[in-house]
């Protein structure tokens, strides 16, 4: 069943490697290969739930992996009988 799943990484590290770690966990979501949208403060995933909290551990990894001591991640997750989309959502705004 397809879901959304948002998702914010805060790594920590210093100010200087926040944005290129983050950048890394979007390259991980790009490559996925799952429908996504980039905001300001989070990037929602559309697809099987399964799926995208697999990509949420993956995230967690890659921000260890470039020098996060620690992660604060916020994750949102939209399921419901029949699935959502994230058009459904906000193709009136686009």
């Not at 979501?29 to 993956?58: A, C, D, F, W």
């Not at 604060?72 to 459904?88: C, H, M, N, P, R």
């Amino acid at each position: 069943m397809t879901c959304n799943v948002s998702l914010q990484v805060i790594p920590n590290v210093s100010e200087k490697d926040l944005y290129p770690v983050v950048d890394r966990v979007i390259e991980l979501i790009r490559e996925s290969g799952v429908k996504h949208v980039v905001g300001p403060m989070e990037t929602t995933m559309e697809g099987e739930l399964h799926n995208l909290l697999g990509i949420v551990e993956k995230a967690q990894e890659i921000c260890i992996k470039n020098g996060a001591t620690r992660i604060l991640s916020v994750v949102k997750i939209d399921y419901k009988a029949g699935g959502v989309t994230i058009d459904e959502k906000i193709e009136k705004y686009r």
